[in-house]
């Protein structure tokens, strides 16, 4: 395969890659692929005699008129107004992609190229002479380009040196003479590495334009790629250091037009929370600078030798004389001829190196337009980013169940052996898109759903009738069970029942069954859950304007309250709290002619005070809730009081719940660190000094064991909590944020919130969240088939016990990862099960389970562990450990296990499934190729790698937020999307090609657009024309473009048409709303924009992806020798 179009990989990862160029990419995330066919699947057979259709999702949204956007129909995405976003600069991807699934079919390595394929070779010497004709025919050429070893003597491709993390010369010898570090695509089954190309071949070229170049599904090899020698001190501890190279000065100077000068700047990101700027400063803070801010600075070091910095559009076809790619390696013997004199250091060519960009086109060209029917055990699914339709054929749809293999060890001494984990990423109510169908609601009547006698796994596709289907042998335990008479049917001619199409649960991957009484609380029927709006009116909250806006928005989405698919209105009641100090309660009954409020100033022993009148119908009393929330914002206008409780407040809410015997949600509107005294009080324990040493952990920990013990409480009684914050200061999040993650609730957080830039954002995301489907009282709980056990769970919820993941609320944004381990050996003929069963109420107060079996093939042969990895589930898992990992160890503990962990995991498979080859050359599967860059992005996040200008509420949000990530979030929230907008086609709805993570992909003429889940930047050159800068901002020059702008002008012309459409595809893929940012080059902003440029090296001593891959090769030599 051609160098730089790299053999396919698995899902992209997280973090951008130092700038590979010249790929035009698909962008990625749920949007449609032109000319892919929307193949339009029926119900299952159309509704079946013997159970109901599906009803639409209880929350299906509605949007409020406020929103401008026409209710879409039940089940639908949401539409872009009703993301809700919170505030980090990284996001959550919502949407699934899946992953990389059956190896796309590649031409043999043979094969020769298209004529005219083959890039001109230039040579890479110091002299930058050309060589003739090329010395190696050209069907070594081919072979090359086509993704063989190339060998490459020392003198015409040597190693890159002191690549990673010291720049010393290697010491003779240390480098293998025959391919010095390829990067081979080499296929488990593959002979010995192809002809090995010798002398000046180039590193890699981008193809001439529009060319295709026939890619090798081999495994992966980095051309060129020796990483330092041991001797260049490169151990574990020189890895990047946690401090980073200093910081740029903040460069004060005049505001630009349209800045604000006073105020916390307009362009924080979504996550981020620095102090507002004083007044001197130019929308710009002092002290902590803008939050999310470590992007590559500008290099501190005086540049090597050679190593001038890139400029802009260096990357053509025919490279001459390369400012960052030097000659030969300094000091490297030249293998077999006079040395001659040393030419300086070579930096490894970034488009030779695997690019997510091309994986991600390569799954979508291959993978888009067919539909992914799930009747084959262990099939990989397309990748998160491929916009694919599914058809469930008896496994659970990639949406709700994605794997880190599909593929699992026989025995855990392989599993061992590889380090590759096995777990799976559970998204139990996720969304579909409108073409395909809902899980099917079986009602078995009184006598529920039939289950195994001995593990009470439920029926499914892959139980075993017998005796003419009198009885069934279990699939999981193998326990034998009498059929119950009513369920009783005959067998064909197979031994297949012959209602097998007509029951869902004997022919679908996901269903759901009608629960009875029996799996209810106290055996009785739940009442419908309760939505209490509990708002904080201390001083900061009114003075914002945050009080009017939440009072005046909440009149219009009461309406909105998500509702069983066909009934005319939600079953949902309401209640209102406002609090400071003191707790008050509102009564609302329909019977009064104004509501009534009660204080409760007994904030140490909280109790509600009313019981009739507080949770009441809306429609019933709608008058009265009108005109109690005209009144709050003016009963507290003239409010001195500076100081709030909290944990009373969810006391309340759960008491009030308690009181009403139902489930429900508590939507929490705060806005300080919780200093009144009463019970859950905290203290400001915020110390940036902690950072870097063991005691960092702390900061990540609840300050008391107060909230924990009130998680359980509300997890009892089904109450979840929805966080909604808005801080000027520290906060506390690691503690506040404890209920809402152990109750299943979510977290949102606006730091310096202002009405005028912030408000559309808020009010997106209260939407979406109050109207979202959301599953009451939940339990969750894991079966597997014999020789594998759920060992370790991740995500927002509370367990009791080994086995029941418990949540008071599950919606249809979160995640829950579980690791699996082996308890006994597997055979590969009967593969592996997985069957997730949750049990909760809907929102009508309907009990309910719902049911996702999955079927695994298990191996004997390491390499087809290997093929059938799916990379992105992978970070996933891996983030999340780390994440967690955080709460017990130091960070930097941390880190070293996950690089640790990942180099075993490629050494293993270098030393078990490649073919034999140099030391010199980084082989990587071709499943796994993206692992490295995306790791690095891992290592580089604001939790393991903070910047001085991240916030520890930051952090600790942001740990939170990830851990309920699907994997399209994780997705784009390590590796950023990154769009040229002005590439884009005005005529047509796709998306530009993305390009990769790196400043040396930026134009200073182009105007590029980078989202992450959590932000959304636009980036301007300084370059860029005036006509488009009048067309897309509405101002005549560049300096007049203001970075205060919250939402793109509304201009009629198609470009303007174009970009806002684009911003509001990409919004509508999320689950928050994405907070918009204008950075203008060369503005204080940059480098906030900077940091999610991940390829690069970070600001706070992160590596870039060309490093990394030399310190991971390093790692891997090490384990290998």
Not at 311 to 335: I, L
Not at 519 to 531: E, M, R, T, V
Not at 662 to 688: Q, V, Y
Not at 989 to 995: E, G, T
Request: charged share 15%.
């Amino acid at each position: 395969m051609s160098v730089n179009q790299q053999a396919h990989a698995g899902p992209p990862y997280g973090q951008p890659q130092p700038g590979y160029q010249g790929y035009q990419q698909p962008a990625y995330g749920g949007q449609s692929l032109p000319g892919a066919p929307q193949s339009q699947y029926g119900a299952y057979n159309g509704p079946m005699p013997g159970y109901q259709q599906p009803v639409p999702p209880q929350g299906s949204l509605r949007a409020p008129p406020t929103s401008g956007a026409p209710p879409p129909a039940s089940g639908a995405s949401h539409p872009s107004g009703h993301v809700a976003y919170s505030q980090f600069e990284h996001g959550d991807v919502q949407n699934g992609i899946p992953a990389s699934a059956a190896p796309m079919q590649r031409p043999p390595a043979s094969q020769p190229f298209l004529p005219g394929s083959a890039p001109t070779p230039v040579s890479q010497m110091s002299t930058f002479q050309q060589y003739g004709p090329p010395q190696a025919s050209v069907q070594q050429l081919r072979n090359h380009m086509a993704g063989m070893t190339i060998g490459s003597t020392a003198a015409s491709a040597p190693p890159p040196a002191g690549l990673g993390y010291a720049s010393v010369p290697p010491v003779s010898g240390n480098f293998s003479a025959t391919g010095s570090g390829l990067y081979t695509p080499s296929s488990a089954s593959q002979g010995p590495p192809l002809t090995s190309v010798s002398q000046g071949l180039p590193l890699a070229q981008p193809p001439f334009p529009g060319q295709t170049i026939p890619t090798q599904r081999l495994p992966t090899q980095v051309p060129g790629f020796t990483p330092p020698p041991p001797s260049t001190g490169v151990g574990p501890s020189s890895y990047p250091p946690t401090t980073g190279a200093p910081r740029p000065p903040a460069m004060p100077g005049p505001p630009l037009p349209g800045q604000t000068v006073a105020g916390p700047p307009s362009s924080q990101p979504n996550h981020v929370s620095s102090p507002p700027p004083p007044s001197t400063m130019a929308g710009l803070h002092p002290g902590p600078p803008m939050s999310g801010l470590h992007g590559p600075p500008p290099p501190t070091h005086p540049p090597q030798p050679g190593y001038q910095m890139q400029q802009n559009g260096s990357f053509g076809q025919m490279r001459g004389p390369q400012p960052n790619y030097g000659g030969a390696y300094p000091g490297a013997p030249n293998y077999g001829s006079p040395p001659g004199p040393p030419p300086p250091p070579k930096r490894l060519d970034p488009d030779s190196i695997p690019s997510p960009i091309q994986v991600i086109e390569d799954d979508r060209n291959n993978r888009g337009s067919e539909p992914f029917v799930t009747g084959v055990r262990g099939q990989v699914p397309p990748l998160v980013t491929t916009n694919f339709m599914v058809k469930d054929q008896g496994n659970a749809s990639p949406r709700y169940i994605r794997c880190t293999s599909y593929n699992i060890p026989c025995t855990s001494d392989m599993a061992k052996q590889s380090q590759v984990p096995l777990a799976a990423v559970i998204k139990p109510l996720a969304t579909l898109p409108p073409e395909e169908t809902l899980p099917y609601l079986v009602d078995h009547g009184e006598s529920g759903p039939v289950r195994c006698n001995r593990c009470k796994a439920y029926m499914c596709p892959f139980m075993q009738f017998i005796e003419g289907g009198r009885r069934f042998q279990c699939c999981f335990c193998s326990c034998v069970t009498e059929v119950p008479p009513h369920y009783f049917q005959h067998l064909d001619h197979t031994g297949k029942r012959v209602d097998f199409y007509d029951r869902p649960e004997l022919s679908l991957g996901s269903y759901e069954f009608l629960a009875t009484v029996d799996y209810c609380k106290n055996n009785k029927f739940p009442s419908p859950p309760a939505f209490i709006f509990m708002i904080d009116v201390s001083y900061n909250a009114v003075k914002s304007g945050l009080v009017r806006l939440i009072c005046e928005e909440l009149k219009s989405l009461l309406d909105y309250l998500p509702r069983e698919g066909n009934m005319e209105e939600s079953a949902i009641r309401v209640g209102f709290v406002t609090y400071n100090k003191v707790l008050h309660f509102y009564n609302v009954k329909s019977s009064l002619a104004q509501p009534q409020m009660m204080v409760v100033s007994d904030v140490a022993d909280m109790f509600v005070p009313l019981l009739d009148g507080f949770l009441v119908n809306v429609n019933e009393s709608r008058t009265v809730i009108a005109s109690l929330l005209d009144q709050i914002p003016e009963m507290f206008a003239d409010t001195r009081e500076t100081e709030t409780v909290f944990a009373p407040v969810i006391q309340a809410g759960l008491e009030a719940l308690k009181a009403a015997e139902c489930a429900g949600k508590l939507f929490i509107f705060h806005t300080s660190l919780p200093i009144a005294e009463a019970p859950g009080k905290l203290k400001n324990r915020d110390d940036r000094k902690l950072i870097n040493t063991d005691k960092e952990k702390t900061l990540f920990q609840p300050q008391t064991s107060f909230y924990s013990n009130l998680a359980k409480d509300c997890v009892a009684q089904g109450c979840c909590v929805d966080l909604f914050l808005f801080p000027n200061q520290y906060l506390d999040v690691a503690t506040l944020g404890v209920v809402p993650y152990q109750t299943g609730g979510s977290i949102y957080k606006y730091a310096y919130f202002q009405l005028e830039t912030d408000q559309y954002r808020f009010l997106n995301d209260l939407r979406r969240d109050v109207q979202k489907e959301v599953g009451f009282d939940a339990v969750m709980r894991v079966r597997t088939s014999t020789g594998i056990r759920a060992t370790d769970f991740f995500g927002a919820f509370y367990m009791s016990n080994t086995t029941d993941v418990e949540m008071a609320g599950l919606d249809c944004d979160k995640t829950i990862t579980v690791e699996f381990k082996h308890d006994d050996k597997l055979s590969e003929d009967s593969g592996a099960l997985l069957q997730c069963a949750l049990l909760y109420t809907s929102c009508a107060g309907q009990r309910r389970l719902r049911i996702h079996n999955l079927s695994l093939n298990c191996c004997t042969q390491l390499a087809d562990l290997y093929r059938n990895c799916e990379t992105d589930t992978l970070i996933n898992y891996l983030a999340k450990y780390a994440y967690r990992g955080v709460l017990s160890s130091p960070v930097k503990t941390v880190r070293d296990a996950l690089i640790n962990q990942c180099a075993q995991i490629l050494a293993c498979y270098r030393k078990n499934c490649a073919s034999p080859s140099s030391a010199g050359q980084l082989i990587l599967p071709e499943c796994m190729k993206l692992l490295p860059v995306y790791l690095n992005c891992v290592l580089k996040s604001d939790v393991l790698q903070p910047g001085p200008e991240v916030t520890t509420d930051d952090r600790a949000y942001i740990r939170q937020l990830v851990t309920s990530m699907d994997v399209a979030e994780t997705n784009v929230f390590f590796y950023p999307r990154l769009l040229p907008l002005t590439k884009a086609d005005v005529d047509s709805d796709s998306l530009p090609a993305a390009i990769r993570n790196s400043e040396e992909r930026l134009s200073k003429g182009d105007i590029y657009l980078l989202e992450n889940g959590l932000n959304i930047f636009v980036w301007v050159g300084v370059n860029v024309q005036q006509g488009l800068i009048q067309n897309l901002f509405g101002v005549s020059s560049f300096s007049q473009i203001s970075n205060a702008l919250s939402t793109l002008p509304v201009l009629e012309n198609p470009f303007s048409k174009k970009v806002r459409s684009i911003v509001d595809m990409l919004q509508g893929q999320r689950s928050r709303y994405m907070k918009l940012i204008i950075v203008k080059q060369e503005d204080k902003l940059e480098m906030l924009f900077k940091h999610f440029l991940v390829e690069d090296k970070s600001l706070s001593g992160g590596a870039s992806y060309v490093d990394f891959l030399c310190h991971m090769h390093k790692e891997i030599r090490q384990l290998l020798s």
